[in-house]
């Protein structure tokens, strides 16, 4: 499917932070999340693309846009959980692979490669604790 042009606007709610995708004056995609600038890390607290505009590049370009800001704002840690092995790629090809470390929940804290933790959303579909590394390219 051929990438969806849209607009990119962040805004800023004291701590908290949204990362706003348009297309046509219409929001096809959210990014939000929360910061602790103190102790350098944002969590991101969800991200959803309407299911009309997925498969399109909105996600990537929230994520490419939310990797500019960090950087700009010398944080260096983004932690979240994941469902869907969708955002395991976007992840890696923005913030570089590597850079990310993918575990389960209490039960299960052990970190998983890249494959294990696409198979655990695919198949398993199960959910994944995430840490990544915000580095300059």
């Not at 500019?68 to 570089?96: D, N, P, W, Y």
């Not at 604790?129 to 580095?135: A, G, L, P, R, S």
């Amino acid at each position: 499917m051929k990438p969806l042009p849209c607009m990119l606007r962040v805004k800023r709610f004291g701590d908290s932070w949204e990362i706003q995708a348009t297309s046509k004056g219409t929001q096809v995609g959210l990014l939000s999340l929360q910061l602790d600038l103190p102790n350098s890390y944002a969590v991101v607290s969800a991200v959803d693309v309407e299911e009309e505009y997925q498969r399109r590049g909105v996600a990537t370009k929230l994520y490419s846009r939310l990797r500019r800001k960090l950087l700009e704002m010398g944080i260096k840690t983004l932690h979240g959980c994941l469902e869907g092995s969708g955002i395991i790629q976007i992840r890696e090809a923005v913030f570089g692979h590597g850079n990310t470390i993918y575990s389960g929940f209490k039960g299960d804290p052990s970190p998983l490669t890249v494959s294990e933790a696409i198979h655990r959303m695919d198949v398993d579909y199960g959910r994944l604790v995430v840490e990544t590394k915000i580095k300059r390219k």
